[in-house]
């Protein structure tokens, strides 16, 4: 149990294009889930936090006209960079909130990451 | 703010042997969760063990234990008979409950550890 999957693992776009990040989670609802960006050898470094039908709350120094994030439901929460450039290149990773606590209460279950690479 | 601090930057074990992981945080708050990932070189995130703060007794998962000091603010793991599969980035995470906050998880540093054959 507890499976957050993330899709696609690995792309590779042009500077300017918009790519598109989808975190599901698997077999639990997660009316929250978090994006975080980490750059090599370096912790997790929380982007933004998604809820379920509201907007999302983006952390200080994050665009959120760049990195726009949409939950449109209980197991659905994607990020897409938009006109993305070199430095937006990073490994982009979510984590969703177990609510009903079946892994015990408040914890975070991550996907395996997206590893974005702008050229 | 809280903060969370693994001082170890890195460490390394052999084989079969127990090693200790480090971790203090600050906070003001007095009920919160406390967590340790492993992220091996696949770099996918793995919850090893989580400690609820108001519960005195140590959380243990198998090989995996932790020394939960609430007074001292030290959430350290320790893990017996290591293997190789072991070898991994350990991050140490604090994170205040949803109901008083956003929910997110607070990271350390993390700290790399191998073990070696």
């Known amino acids: 149990g507890a499976v957050v999957s993330q899709h696609p693992s690995r792309v590779i776009c042009k500077s300017g294009t918009s790519v598109k990040i989808e975190c599901r989670s698997l077999d639990f609802q997660a009316t929250t889930m978090f994006w975080y960006r980490q750059f090599p050898k370096q912790s997790l470094m929380l982007m933004a936090t998604s809820n379920e039908g509201s907007k999302a709350t983006y952390e200080q120094g994050v665009e959120k006209d760049k990195f726009l994030i949409n939950h449109a439901s209980l197991t659905l929460s994607t990020l897409t960079v938009t006109s993305a450039h070199p430095e937006d290149s990073s490994f982009y990773i979510c984590?969703?909130?177990?609510?009903?606590?079946?892994?015990?209460?408040?914890?975070?279950?991550f996907g395996p990451g997206t590893r974005l690479l702008v050229l | 703010a809280q903060t969370v601090t693994q001082s170890q930057p890195e460490m390394s074990v052999q084989e079969a042997e127990t090693v200790t992981l480090s971790c203090t945080y600050d906070t003001s708050e007095s009920n919160y969760y406390l967590f340790w990932y492993k992220q091996p070189p696949s770099r996918q995130m793995i919850l090893v063990i989580r400690?609820?703060?108001?519960?005195?007794q140590n959380a243990t998962e198998n090989r995996f234990s932790v020394n939960f000091q609430k007074a001292a603010k030290s959430f350290s793991l320790k893990i017996s008979d290591s293997q190789l599969g072991d070898t991994a980035m350990y991050f140490c995470?604090?994170?205040?409950?949803?109901?008083?906050?956003?929910?997110?998880?607070?990271f350390g540093k993390g700290t790399k550890l191998s073990v070696k054959p």
């Open positions: 984590s969703a909130r177990d609510q009903l606590g079946l892994g015990g209460r408040e914890t975070q279950y």
């Open positions: 400690q609820e703060a108001y519960k005195q």
């Open positions: 995470a604090f994170m205040t409950p949803s109901t008083r906050s956003q929910g997110n998880l607070i």
